[in-house]
Nanobody
C-alpha cells in the first residue's frame, strides 16, 4: 500500500518559516512528479507547488511564488515544502502528493493525510 505521511506543520507567526516533510512508503517515486496542495476551512483546495520528476521544472501559483520552495530527496523517498515569509492566509491543512502530471492542471496519483499549518498575526 502506498502511503504518504506529512510532518513539520505547526503554529508560526507572520513572517516566519516552516519546512514540511512528506515520507513516502510502499513504492518508489523517484520517476514521478510530486506536489503540495492546501485547503483552508471553508475554502477551495489549492495547488501550491509542483516538481517534475527531473527536478528541473517547478510550478507555483502567484499566491506563494517567491516564498515557497518544493524539493525532494529521492534516496529517502521524502518530499519537502520550504515555506518562508508566511502570512495568515497561508493557514491551511497541507497535503503532499505524488503526481501523474504537474499540469496545468495537476493530476494526483496518491494523497497524504495532511498536516496543519497555522500562521498567526
Amino acid at each position: 500500500q502506498v502511503q504518504l505521511v506529512e510532518s513539520g506543520g505547526g503554529l508560526v507567526q507572520t513572517g516566519g518559516s516552516l519546512r514540511l516533510s512528506c515520507a513516502a512508503s510502499g513504492g518508489t517515486f523517484s520517476s514521478y512528479a510530486v506536489g503540495w496542495f492546501r485547503q483552508a476551512p471553508g475554502k477551495e483546495r489549492e495547488f501550491v507547488a509542483g516538481l517534475t520528476w527531473s527536478g528541473q521544472m517547478t510550478y507555483y501559483p502567484d499566491s506563494v511564488k517567491g516564498r515557497f520552495t518544493i524539493s525532494r530527496y529521492n534516496a529517502k523517498n521524502t518530499i519537502y515544502l520550504q515555506m518562508n515569509s508566511l502570512k495568515p492566509e497561508d493557514t491551511a491543512v497541507y497535503y503532499c502528493t505524488v503526481l501523474l502530471r504537474v499540469g496545468p492542471p495537476p493530476a494526483v496519483a496518491f494523497w497524504g493525510q495532511g498536516t496543519q499549518v497555522t500562521v498567526s498575526s
